[in-house]
C-alpha cells in the first residue's frame, strides 16, 4: 500500500482528504490505481500517457521525471506526493543563451512597435524583425522547414544535392541550412542578376547556374526543372509548392505573435509565395477569428524587389487568394518612401519589401479607429546597399529599380 | 488581500537577492491576510520565466496547514501584471490568488486568473486604517 499526498488544489476531486491510499509496484500503476478509485483526478494527473503538464509527482523527494517517469518502481512503504507545477513569466519569451547550431536561432524574432508611422496614437503598429533571422532574411524558417520535412520524410537523403532556381533570399538560407547539413547546393538564376548576390550565394557555398537573362525568372524555373528531370540525383525544395513553407509560417512566424500580443486586428505581408500570409495568416485567425489578413502586392507590371520573383500572372500552388482578407497593391514608389520612413523614423534598416509591408500597415491602421496592426518585415536593408534608392530622387529610383532583375 | 509591511519587505528583498533573474515563491494566506513568504527556488534561472520548485515533502506539508498558498513570482523590469506566458501556465493554480512583484517599479498586484480571464485582486498593506 501506497500512501499519495494530495494537495489542496486537488483535494476536491478527492473529497477534501489530505492523503488517500494506492497499490501498485511503479509510479504508473500507482496513479492508475488512484485515478479508479477517484476518477476525477485522471484528467489533472495523467494526459497523453504520461504525466500532465501541470502536475509534478514525487517520489522520495526526486520528480519522477528525473527518475525513470511512469515506470520508476515505488518501494512498498514509501509515499508518493503531488504537487502542483508552476511556471511563468514576464511576457518576453524564454529562450536559452547558448545554442548549439546556428539552425537553433532560426525564428523567435523580436516584434517592436512602431510610434512614429502610427498615423493615430489609439492605433499600435508592430513590426516582426525578420531581418534578425541568421542569414538576415524570413526565408530562414522556410529554407529550415523544407530541408529538415524532407529529410523527414526521407525524400532527401545524403548522397543528393539541392538545386532551386533563386537568385534571392531563399537561395541564401537554403545556402546556410544546406552547408550546415552538408549538402551541395545548386541556384539557378537569370544571368543579369546582381553581382552581390552571386558573390554572396558563393560566399555561403552554393554552385550558380546562369539562365539566359532574357528569359527572366521564369526561365531560372525552367532550367532548374529541366536539370532535375535530367538527374534524379537533384531535389528540388521549390518553395512555390512545397507545403513546409506555410507550415514553417504557421508553426513559427503565426504562433511567435499569437504568443506575445493580447490583441491582434489586422496582419500585413508582403505577396511572395504567399507562405508567410498563408501559414501565419491561419494560425492567428485561430487565435483572433476577425482579424483581417492583409498582402501587400506590387502593382501589375511594377516589380517590388523581393516581392515578385517570377512572372505577373503566376500563382503559387501554396497561396489560396480566397484565404485573403485584403490585397492591397503598393507601386516601387510607396514601397520606397515607406523604407526610408522607416529608417529616418524608426531607426529600422529594412529591405524593400519591408517598405510595402508597412506602407500599407500604416494605411490599414488609418482605416482603424483603435487597435493593433502587425507588419512582418522580411529582411534588412544591407542586400539593397548598390541600389540607388536609399538617396537618390524618385524618378531615378524607378529607372534603378527596373534596369537590374534583383530577384 | 492584505499583505503586511513585514511579508512585503521578504518578497522585495528575496526579488531584488535573485536579479537579474526571476524569483518566485509561496505565499501563505490566512483568509485574506498574508503571514508568511516561502522563498522558492527559480528552477530555470531567467529575466524572463520562472520555474517553481521546494522541497517537495516541505510543500506537502504546508499543504497540510489550514492556510491557502498563493504562487508569488517577480517580474524584473515590466508592470506586475500576468503576462501571457502566465496565463498559458496557469495549470492547476486556476481561480487561486496570484501575486507578481515587480522589482522595477517597486509594486506588488494580485490576481486571480482562470480560463483566460484576469481578475485583479485589492490589496492593502495591513497598516491600522
Redesign the interface.
Known amino acids: 500500500m501506497t500512501v499519495v ?6 483535494r476536491g476531486d478527492v473529497g477534501g482528504a ?1 492523503q488517500v491510499e494506492a497499490t501498485g509496484a511503479t509510479v504508473r500503476e500507482v496513479l492508475d490505481d488512484l485515478v479508479e478509485r477517484h476518477p476525477a483526478l485522471g484528467a ?1 494527473i495523467l494526459a497523453d500517457g504520461g504525466v500532465a ?4 509527482v ?1 517520489l522520495g ?1 526526486e ?1 519522477v521525471r528525473t527518475l525513470d517517469g511512469l515506470d520508476t518502481e515505488v518501494p512498498d512503504g514509501e509515499t508518493v ?1 503531488l ?12 529562450s536559452p543563451a547558448v545554442a548549439s547550431s546556428l539552425l537553433d536561432l532560426v525564428g523567435q524574432t523580436p516584434l517592436v512597435e512602431l510610434p512614429r508611422l502610427s498615423p493615430k496614437p489609439t492605433v499600435t503598429i508592430y513590426a516582426k524583425l525578420e531581418g534578425q533571422n541568421p542569414t538576415g532574411s524570413v526565408k530562414d524558417r522556410v529554407a529550415k522547414a523544407m530541408i529538415e520535412a524532407a529529410e523527414a520524410s526521407g525524400e532527401l537523403q545524403p548522397g543528393r544535392a539541392l538545386l532551386e532556381p533563386t537568385s534571392g533570399n531563399t537561395g541564401i538560407s537554403l545556402a546556410l541550412v544546406a552547408s550546415l547539413k552538408g549538402y551541395p547546393l545548386t541556384c539557378v538564376m537569370p544571368e543579369n542578376a546582381t553581382e552581390e548576390r552571386k558573390r554572396l550565394l558563393r560566399l555561403y557555398g552554393a554552385e550558380v547556374v546562369l539562365s539566359p537573362a532574357a528569359e527572366g525568372s521564369n526561365g531560372a524555373v525552367r532550367l532548374a526543372l529541366e536539370m532535375a528531370e535530367s538527374d534524379p540525383r537533384w531535389f528540388v525544395p521549390f518553395q512555390y509548392a512545397n507545403a513546409a513553407n506555410p507550415r514553417a509560417h504557421y508553426e513559427g512566424t503565426g504562433a511567435e505573435i499569437a ?4 490583441r491582434v486586428d489586422v496582419l500585413v505581408a508582403g505577396l511572395g509565395t504567399g507562405g508567410t500570409l498563408m501559414g501565419a495568416g491561419e494560425r492567428l485567425r485561430e487565435t483572433f477569428p476577425d482579424i483581417v489578413v492583409a498582402a501587400a502586392e506590387p502593382l501589375p507590371g511594377d516589380p517590388v524587389m523581393g516581392l515578385r520573383s517570377l512572372d505577373d500572372g503566376y500563382v503559387p500552388p501554396i497561396l489560396d487568394v480566397s484565404r485573403l482578407d485584403r490585397k492591397v497593391l503598393v507601386s516601387n514608389e510607396e514601397s520606397v518612401a515607406a523604407v526610408r520612413d522607416l529608417l529616418r523614423l524608426e531607426g529600422i534598416f529594412g529591405g524593400v519589401s519591408a517598405g510595402a509591408a508597412v506602407h500599407v500597415a500604416r494605411r490599414l491602421a488609418g482605416e482603424l479607429d483603435e487597435g493593433v496592426v502587425v507588419a512582418i518585415l522580411a529582411d534588412g536593408g544591407w542586400k539593397y546597399l548598390s541600389a540607388d534608392f536609399w538617396e537618390a530622387p524618385t524618378h531615378d529610383v524607378e529607372e534603378s529599380m527596373e534596369s537590374t532583375v534583383w530577384w | 488581500m492584505v499583505i503586511p509591511a513585514s511579508v512585503r519587505a521578504a518578497i522585495a528583498e528575496h526579488a531584488r537577492r535573485e536579479l537579474p533573474n526571476e524569483a518566485c515563491g509561496l505565499l501563505l494566506l490566512d483568509g485574506d491576510e498574508a503571514v508568511e513568504y516561502v522563498p522558492g527556488e527559480n528552477a530555470s534561472p531567467s529575466p524572463y520565466y520562472f520555474e517553481l520548485r521546494l522541497d517537495p515533502v516541505m510543500w506537502a506539508d504546508i499543504g497540510d496547514r489550514d492556510l491557502e498558498q498563493a504562487v508569488l513570482h517577480s517580474h524584473v523590469s515590466s508592470a506586475p501584471r500576468p503576462s501571457r506566458t502566465d496565463v498559458e501556465r496557469i495549470g492547476l493554480w486556476r481561480g487561486r490568488p496570484y501575486v507578481i512583484y515587480s522589482v522595477r517599479l517597486d509594486e506588488l498586484a494580485a490576481w486571480r486568473i482562470g480560463d483566460g480571464q484576469i481578475e485583479s485582486v485589492p490589496l492593502r498593506d495591513g497598516a491600522p486604517a
Request: proline share 16%; aromatic share 10%.
Open positions: 499526498r494530495i494537495p489542496p488544489t486537488l489530505r489533472q503538464p501541470f502536475v509534478n514525487y523527494g520528480d506526493i504537487l502542483p507545477a508552476m511556471a511563468g513569466g514576464s511576457s518576453r519569451p524564454w504568443a506575445a500580443l493580447d
